[in-house]
């Protein structure tokens, strides 16, 4: 789009939207018309302080918005004049300026002219409002990005605005962890959290050697989860395979719903519960202690079987059977019988 294609925006538009941004400049003064004022500010162009005062804040403005690389300074004279039209160069090709008349030509001569001038005014408070809108929106969070979600989930529960959530994440950690030290501060001594029982801080191989522990650890339980998940399909099958479970397949089903669907086979332990974790984490309690039986016993704990009937079958009481040995028996044959033998020896032969 060109610029010649775009019309100015007019006096009377121009002040009141610089007026609803914040500005308190010169320009806002009404004692002085509209068309007169904004005629003075242009007609010197990048020489006048007043303009270049503006254009600075307009540039601050947007910066805090969008984290701009470029700068402008304003000016202290004419002199200036021809930094500040580099400057501001730079400015618009990282604001991606479609106007040709700003960003095309000679640097130095790009602001010397009035309606040039207008158009840079019209083009900046433009963007600025569009910034401000786009950052009034809440932060958008994908939908498989867990790390941004992580961060969504903490400030939330932190209770920051939701203004911070736009913020980068540098700058929302930041908050995050001053949020968190002053509400430690507030908590009473007998409430005080213990300290981390990760005490020693890990370099960048140490992290990458504990996520693929935690990812085998991970595919080690999901594979559990699924075992588990497949052996409650096959005994709530086993259910229906009698006649009076196929009246009441609806009392089944609603019993069964919701105890699948707690039944989640991916793992929600990340790294961050590591950083989380305190020095109580590492006790090691006897579920038979009195602390651990207090909510653990019941009224069924105290029944005692009587005595039963000894039915006897342990394999220590039987005792094997033990073969019986008999002596070797001697072959007795007649003596007819020993000729012949003795006999046929010799005729083989």
Known sequence: ????????????????????????????????????????????????????????WLVTELRLLCLLEEDVSPTSGPEDADTFQLEMSGVLSELHCPYTLLTSGHVTSRLTDAKNCLLLLEF????LQAARL???????????????????????ALNMPESTLSSPASQLL???RAKVSDLLSTLPESEAVMRPLLKVPLDPHQWEQLQQIQQTLRSEYECRMRMLVSRFHVTLQSFHWSERS???????????TPLRSALTVQSHVTLAHILAMREDTSRIVKTSSGASREKTSCSVNKVLMGSV??????????EPPMPMWEKRREWKGDSSQKHWKK???KKNR
């Open 174 to 176: 930041e908050g995050m």
């Open 124 to 127: 900046l408070s433009s963007e």
């Open 134 to 156: 786009l950052s009034s929106r809440p932060f958008p969070v994908p939908e498989k990005n867990e790390a941004a979600e992580e961060l969504r989930q903490i400030s939330l």
């Open 343 to 345: 006999h046929g020896r």
């Open 309 to 318: 009937p000894d039915r006897g079958g342990r394999p220590n009481e039987i």
């Open 1 to 56: 789009m060109s610029a010649e294609s775009v019309p100015c925006s007019s006096p009377v538009v121009l002040r009141p939207v610089l007026r609803a941004l914040g500005y308190e400049g010169s320009l806002m003064d009404e004692e002085e018309e509209e068309e007169v004022a904004l005629a003075k500010l242009v007609s010197g162009g990048a020489s006048c302080q007043e303009l270049t005062a503006l254009c600075c």
């Open 246 to 256: 196929k009246d009441r397949e609806k009392e089944m089903f609603q019993v069964y």
